[in-house]
Nanobody, 127 residues
Framework: QVQLVESGGGLVQAGDSLRLSCTASGRSFSSYAMGWFRQAPGKEREFVAGVSGSGVRQYYSDSVKGRFTVSRDNAKNTVYLQMNSLKPEDTAVYYC????????????????????WGQGTLVTVSS
């Protein structure tokens, strides 16, 4: 069992930065990969970024590559999503998710492949 709690969302203007945090509890944090997803109103949940269990490997969607950075601090059981140069189209509820399959170096991009989810945090970017 893993519990995930996100924080850091809010209302910002286009071009601003925001950092999301997701703190996990329940199972050895470094043993599983983590992902960030987002869901805008009327749209499906989409992959944003992921990080391997060790933190060495990261993967990004094309829409955020070069603007967002995913990282993790395994000593604090926390994964981060640093979002720079935010655009109105980044507006969505952002979720962190844990992939508990025993291949922590693989970063998956499909929501159904993740086992546990946070409650989500709303990011609104105004133009």
């Amino acid at each position: 069992q893993v519990q995930l709690v996100e924080s850091g969302g809010g209302l910002v203007q286009a071009g601003d930065s925001l950092r999301l945090s997701c703190t996990a509890s329940g199972r050895s944090f470094s043993s599983y990969a983590m992902g960030w997803f987002r869901q805008a109103p009327g749209k499906e949940r989409e992959f944003v970024a992921g990080v391997s269990g060790s933190g060495v490997r990261q993967y990004y969607s094309d829409s955020v590559k070069g603007r967002f950075t995913v990282s993790r601090d395994n000593a604090k059981n926390t994964v981060y999503l640093q979002m720079n140069s935010l655009k109105p189209e980044d507006t969505a509820v952002y979720y962190c998710a844990a992939d508990l399959t025993p291949v922590a170096w693989v970063i998956r991009t499909t929501p159904g492949e993740y086992n546990y989810w946070g409650q989500g945090t709303l990011v609104t970017v105004s133009s």
